[in-house]
């Protein structure tokens, strides 16, 4: 087998609602051969991996996947159950996992769910590898794989701390994306995202965490707020740290003056000869170094969240029981079997390290590693309590006393902490404080609350998400979704100026850039996840409308999590052949998922008047029930919509001169498309597009008047560039457009249906679209054309030079040999040899593949732009006596 490539769908997408990896395998040799065609080899694979046996599959049973091994099953779908099960090893079991035929023979995709994104990567190939070794009967280190996939997991997963306050914004249904390798993280979008890394949030002062980092001014602030600190002093030598000693007395703790995580900190000084030691440990850290006396008592840390108490747990340094048989040696690799306890942070507890200061310690009291300690005899390893070093944490939230409940209160609001860590010294914190606080820590590690080794764990996330989140502040902004085969840049635009004109500053995403508060901050074709990604992280938007195009749905899943409103403007011949995709029903699937992600009473809106987008709210996967469903037609004739409407829904259509909103007996005007610059020239696509917005706006919540607003200021240069723009040229005119499939042909063709002289065109269709498609777009071009130039784009998109330009001209010769067709190379050329022929009164109809270029070259020979056929000024020409239509086989 091989591995073509492994790809991230990080939102829904059409496999899945949650994020999946797409492995591309080619089965090669194995194309077409089973599993039972191998003897021994499912007793070797579920001996090597026994948790295969409870897998499902599809037959939807315990035991369902072990069935069809033995029947026999495909290669792909082994490797697939393979990386499932042993993800689940890891302690990570994943829910979902499916393999589909792609559209190569011998190429499938294997589709998983995944907790932990870079480990799963590793998983599959493993997979891969794991399957071929037993069919060639060599062995496979099983534990090597997994241990290489949880070190994988161990860097590059979240830390505890960010994990449980994302774990927190998910139960409450907040967006989160995770911005970079480390752990910073979006949650909510636009105007009311918030950042956080750890337990910091954007809302933590700088000038508060660099306080809680200088331990000295820290004691400072808190002794001049009338909070209970050890006495000490920050020393630059060995000599200032003795003479400290013996001012304090033993015993004294020594610690950096900006350390973390228990980090340098030696407790229990008492003689000179640990002191130097001592010293030494904390310059590793920094380069000044705290010496202050050791309070007597229990170690405690108290999470203080927007000023409140929300958690405290009583820290006990790393330690072990005895038995009377077992080492001290052996009683550590006893603990940390425990697999609560990993390296590092990522599990509730860390391993127990076996350093110079355990070996020191265990010195102290007159033991060793080898050690035999009797049985319950605890052994105390390390002097330090922190989870860091290997200690534990027993929650006791709900022992504290009131006083120091506002002892702890008061330093984080002295120190000026959104969050934050207080350490205390007392003999217990039930009764009144005895002791003092130690530390005050920014970004305070949460894992000992969410999951402590005793008591009762507490929600500590949820504290935060509440506090960047209060009852009343919205995490989300308005977001529209818009797909479609045709028309979707132009609805999506018109969308967009209405909302900017009801005073949205919104952010946009269409083929021609991203847009915030109508600035283009990206050019290019930004229609994909990312795109709307970028959108939703932009602190200024307010409103978000997302053109969301087939390829990026397909490739990389949505950029969202859920839209309030899913417009769908039609779904017709167009990209098949590409990624699999073979026929429009391919298409709808794709396209449907838009619908799938309106949240449970959004508004769904659809074209009553094209089957195909009509029909997806007949889907079982889209459940239209728990939706908004709107229908627009441009007559309001289409069966679908007339019993909508009449049953008591929404409709919006076009009625004697206006654009109408309708429900039941209900009509209420919107606008006059008189008032409509985009509606001037009659073409019933225009017609559509103006009520798929109109539809979507109302839903985004702006009103009718603003709706008229919208529509009447809406220029077509200047808010939709490259979609059926005008141009005045001498007596005829050009029409700007983007389109290469048979529906968009046939839309455009209607603008030049009342044109007194003869409508040209200057057409390309994709290299990458099957021959099929590009002979059916011939079709439409001469059915709808008297004159036809073909072009060829410059990105052949793997096509022979001239190969799609023979095609076209081949099927315009065969169906419509009345139609003149000549291939003209690219647009500028054709156009500059065309411009006489429209200076006489033709309309050009040009389709192109890099509109700047055509506007500047329009602009140079003397063309200007017009918003309206209307306002052209052409002489009386004799009536246009229109091309026949032709047929097949004419």
């Given at each position: 087998?091989?591995?073509?490539g492994?790809?991230t769908?990080?939102?829904?997408?059409?496999?899945?609602?949650?994020?999946?990896?797409?492995?591309?395998?080619?089965?090669?040799e194995?194309?077409?051969?089973?599993s039972?065609?191998?003897?021994?080899?499912?007793?070797?694979?579920?001996?090597?991996?026994?948790?295969?046996?409870?897998?499902?599959?599809?037959?939807?049973?315990?035991?369902?996947?072990l069935?069809?091994l033995r029947?026999?099953?495909?290669?792909g779908h082994?490797?697939e159950?393979?990386?499932?099960?042993?993800?689940?090893?890891?302690?990570?079991?994943?829910?979902?996992?499916?393999?589909?035929?792609?559209?190569?023979?011998?190429?499938?995709?294997?589709?998983?769910?995944?907790?932990?994104?870079?480990?799963?990567?590793?998983?599959?190939?493993?997979?891969?590898?794991?399957v071929?070794?037993l069919?060639?009967?060599?062995?496979?280190?099983?534990?090597?794989l997994?241990?290489?996939?949880?070190?994988?997991?161990?860097?590059?997963?979240?830390?505890?701390?960010?994990?449980a306050?994302?774990?927190a914004a998910?139960?409450?249904?907040?967006?989160?994306?995770?911005?970079t390798?480390?752990?910073l993280?979006?949650?909510?979008?636009?105007?009311?995202?918030?950042?956080?890394?750890?337990?910091?949030t954007?809302?933590?002062?700088?000038?508060?965490?660099?306080?809680?980092?200088?331990?000295?001014?820290?004691?400072?602030?808190l002794?001049?707020?009338g909070?209970?600190?050890?006495?000490?002093?920050v020393?630059?030598?060995?000599d200032?740290?003795?003479?400290?000693?013996?001012?304090l007395?033993?015993?004294v703790?020594?610690?950096?003056?900006?350390?973390?995580?228990g980090?340098?900190?030696?407790?229990?000084?008492?003689?000179?000869?640990?002191?130097?030691g001592?010293?030494?440990?904390?310059?590793?850290?920094?380069?000044?170094?705290?010496?202050?006396?050791?309070?007597?008592?229990?170690?405690?840390?108290v999470?203080?969240?927007?000023g409140?108490?929300?958690?405290?747990?009583e820290?006990r340094?790393?330690q072990v029981?005895?038995?009377?048989?077992?080492?001290?040696?052996?009683?550590?690799?006893?603990?940390?079997r425990?697999?609560?306890?990993?390296?590092?942070?990522?599990?509730?507890?860390t391993?127990?390290?076996?350093?110079?200061?355990?070996?020191?310690?265990?010195?102290?009291?007159?033991?060793?590693?080898?050690?035999?300690p009797?049985?319950?005899?605890?052994?105390?390893l390390?002097?330090?309590?922190?989870?860091?070093v290997?200690?534990?944490?027993?929650d006791?939230?709900?022992?504290?006393?009131?006083?120091?409940?506002?002892?702890?209160e008061?330093?984080?609001?002295?120190?000026?902490?959104?969050?934050?860590g207080?350490?205390?010294?007392t003999?217990?914190?039930?009764a009144p404080?005895?002791?003092?606080?130690?530390?005050?820590?920014?970004?305070?590690?949460?894992?000992?609350?969410?999951?402590?080794?005793?008591?009762?764990?507490?929600?500590?996330?949820?504290a935060?998400?509440?506090?960047?989140?209060?009852?009343?502040?919205e995490a989300?902004?308005?977001?529209c979704?818009?797909?479609?085969?045709?028309?979707?840049t132009?609805?999506?635009?018109?969308?967009?100026?209405?909302l900017?004109?009801?005073?949205?500053h919104?952010?946009?995403?269409?083929?021609?850039?991203v847009?915030?508060?109508?600035?283009l901050?990206?050019?290019?074709?930004?229609?994909?996840?990312?795109s709307?990604?970028?959108?939703?992280?932009?602190?200024?938007?307010?409103?978000?409308?997302?053109?969301?195009?087939?390829?990026?749905?397909?490739?990389?899943?949505?950029?969202?999590?859920?839209?309030?409103?899913?417009?769908?403007?039609?779904?017709t011949?167009?990209?098949?052949?590409?990624?699999?995709?073979?026929d429009?029903?391919?298409?709808?699937?794709?396209?449907?998922?838009?619908?799938?992600?309106?949240?449970?009473?959004?508004?769904?809106?659809?074209?009553?008047?094209?089957?195909?987008?009509?029909g997806?709210?007949?889907?079982?996967?889209?459940?239209?029930?728990?939706l908004?469903?709107?229908?627009?037609?441009?007559?309001g004739?289409?069966e679908?919509?007339r019993?909508?409407?009449?049953?008591?829904g929404?409709?919006?259509?076009?009625?004697?001169?206006?654009v109408v909103?309708?429900?039941?007996?209900?009509?209420?005007p919107v606008?006059?498309?008189?008032?409509?610059?985009?509606?001037?020239?009659?073409?019933?696509?225009?017609?559509?597009?103006?009520?798929?917005?109109?539809?979507?706006?109302v839903?985004?919540?702006?009103?009718?008047?603003?709706?008229?607003?919208?529509?009447?200021?809406?220029?077509?240069?200047a808010?939709?560039?490259?979609?059926?723009n005008?141009?005045a040229?001498?007596?005829?005119?050009?029409?700007?457009?983007y389109?290469?499939?048979?529906?968009?042909?046939?839309?455009?063709a209607?603008?030049?249906?009342?044109?007194?002289?003869?409508v040209?065109?200057?057409?390309?269709?994709?290299?990458d679209?099957r021959?099929?498609?590009?002979q059916e777009?011939?079709l439409?071009?001469a059915?709808?054309?008297?004159?036809?130039?073909?072009?060829e784009?410059?990105?052949?998109?793997?096509?022979?030079?001239?190969?799609?330009a023979?095609?076209?001209?081949?099927?315009?010769?065969?169906?419509?040999p009345?139609?003149?067709?000549?291939?003209?190379?690219?647009?500028?050329?054709?156009?500059?040899?065309?411009?006489?022929?429209?200076?006489?009164?033709?309309?050009?109809?040009?389709?192109?593949?890099?509109?700047?270029?055509?506007h500047?070259?329009?602009?140079?020979?003397?063309?200007?732009?017009?918003p309206?056929?209307?306002?052209?000024?052409?002489?009386?020409?004799?009536?246009?006596?229109?091309a026949?239509?032709?047929?097949?086989?004419?």
């Amino acid at each position: 087998m091989r591995i073509g490539g492994i790809r991230t769908l990080d939102g829904p997408n059409v496999y899945h609602h949650r994020p999946v990896l797409v492995m591309e395998l080619h089965l090669e040799e194995l194309d077409g051969r089973e599993s039972r065609e191998f003897p021994g080899f499912d007793d070797v694979l579920l001996a090597l991996l026994p948790g295969l046996k409870r897998h499902h599959c599809g037959l939807g049973r315990e035991g369902g996947f072990l069935e069809r091994l033995r029947t026999g099953t495909y290669f792909g779908h082994v490797v697939e159950h393979v990386a499932i099960e042993m993800a689940s090893m890891l302690g990570s079991p994943v829910t979902f996992g499916k393999t589909r035929r792609a559209h190569e023979p011998g190429l499938y995709h294997v589709i998983v769910r995944f907790r932990s994104e870079r480990a799963m990567r590793r998983l599959l190939r493993g997979a891969v590898e794991l399957v071929e070794a037993l069919l060639r009967g060599e062995p496979f280190d099983l534990r090597a794989l997994l241990a290489e996939a949880e070190e994988v997991a161990r860097h590059t997963d979240l830390g505890p701390s960010t994990a449980a306050i994302v774990r927190a914004a998910e139960r409450r249904g907040i967006p989160w994306r995770r911005l970079t390798d480390g752990s910073l993280v979006q949650l909510g979008y636009g105007r009311n995202r918030r950042l956080i890394q750890a337990a910091l949030t954007d809302q933590t002062s700088h000038v508060a965490v660099e306080v809680a980092s200088d331990k000295a001014l820290t004691k400072l602030l808190l002794r001049e707020a009338g909070v209970p600190v050890p006495e000490g002093c920050v020393v630059d030598d060995i000599d200032g740290a003795l003479e400290a000693l013996l001012d304090l007395g033993g015993p004294v703790v020594v610690k950096p003056l900006d350390g973390n995580q228990g980090k340098g900190i030696t407790v229990g000084v008492e003689q000179p000869v640990r002191l130097l030691g001592a010293y030494q440990l904390a310059r590793r850290y920094s380069d000044r170094v705290i010496v202050e006396r050791q309070l007597l008592g229990k170690d405690y840390r108290v999470l203080v969240i927007g000023g409140k108490v929300v958690a405290a747990c009583e820290r006990r340094p790393p330690q072990v029981a005895g038995d009377g048989a077992s080492t001290v040696r052996e009683l550590i690799e006893a603990v940390n079997r425990d697999p609560s306890r990993g390296e590092g942070h990522e599990r509730p507890l860390t391993r127990i390290a076996v350093d110079d200061e355990l070996v020191e310690r265990l010195g102290e009291v007159g033991m060793s590693l080898d050690y035999v300690p009797a049985p319950g005899q605890t052994v105390v390893l390390k002097r330090a309590a922190n989870l860091s070093v290997g200690g534990t944490a027993v929650d006791v939230t709900d022992r504290m006393h009131p006083e120091v409940r506002r002892v702890c209160e008061r330093a984080a609001l002295v120190v000026g902490l959104d969050v934050c860590g207080v350490d205390l010294v007392t003999s217990d914190i039930a009764a009144p404080l005895d002791g003092g606080v130690v530390e005050v820590n920014a970004s305070p590690g949460l894992r000992m609350h969410v999951s402590p080794s005793e008591g009762t764990a507490r929600d500590v996330g949820e504290a935060i998400v509440a506090q960047l989140f209060p009852p009343g502040v919205e995490a989300r902004v308005p977001v529209c979704s818009v797909t479609g085969t045709n028309g979707k840049t132009t609805v999506t635009r018109l969308i967009g100026h209405v909302l900017g004109v009801a005073g949205e500053h919104v952010g946009m995403t269409t083929t021609d850039g991203v847009y915030s508060g109508g600035v283009l901050v990206r050019p290019g074709d930004n229609t994909g996840p990312a795109s709307a990604r970028a959108v939703l992280s932009d602190p200024l938007v307010s409103a978000a409308v997302l053109e969301t195009a087939r390829g990026g749905i397909l490739r990389r899943g949505l950029g969202y999590d859920w839209s309030d409103v899913g417009v769908i403007t039609n779904v017709t011949l167009d990209h098949v052949g590409q990624d699999g995709i073979e026929d429009v029903e391919d298409l709808v699937w794709i396209k449907s998922l838009v619908a799938e992600r309106v949240r449970d009473g959004g508004t769904l809106v659809l074209n009553a008047d094209d089957p195909e987008s009509a029909g997806i709210a007949d889907l079982d996967r889209v459940d239209a029930a728990r939706l908004r469903v709107v229908y627009f037609s441009s007559d309001g004739d289409a069966e679908r919509y007339r019993r909508h409407v009449a049953a008591g829904g929404l409709g919006y259509s076009v009625r004697v001169g206006l654009v109408v909103e309708e429900r039941g007996a209900e009509r209420r005007p919107v606008a006059r498309l008189a008032d409509v610059p985009m509606l001037a020239s009659g073409a019933r696509f225009q017609v559509e597009n103006c009520l798929a917005a109109v539809a979507a706006a109302v839903a985004m919540g702006c009103d009718h008047a603003t709706v008229a607003r919208g529509l009447a200021t809406f220029d077509s240069g200047a808010h939709n560039p490259g979609r059926a723009n005008l141009y005045a040229m001498g007596a005829g005119c050009v029409v700007v457009d983007y389109g290469h499939n048979p529906a968009a042909f046939r839309a455009s063709a209607e603008l030049g249906a009342g044109w007194p002289g003869p409508v040209a065109a200057v057409i390309a269709v994709p290299g990458d679209r099957r021959d099929d498609v590009v002979q059916e777009a011939a079709l439409a071009a001469a059915a709808s054309f008297d004159r036809l130039y073909v072009r060829e784009d410059r990105d052949l998109r793997g096509r022979a030079p001239g190969a799609v330009a023979q095609l076209i001209l081949a099927e315009v010769a065969k169906v419509a040999p009345q139609v003149p067709c000549e291939f003209v190379g690219e647009a500028l050329p054709a156009l500059q040899r065309l411009a006489p022929e429209v200076s006489a009164g033709t309309m050009l109809v040009l389709y192109y593949e890099h509109f700047d270029e055509v506007h500047a070259a329009l602009l140079a020979l003397g063309a200007r732009p017009v918003p309206s056929l209307g306002s052209l000024e052409r002489a009386t020409r004799p009536e246009r006596v229109p091309a026949e239509s032709p047929t097949a086989g004419s």
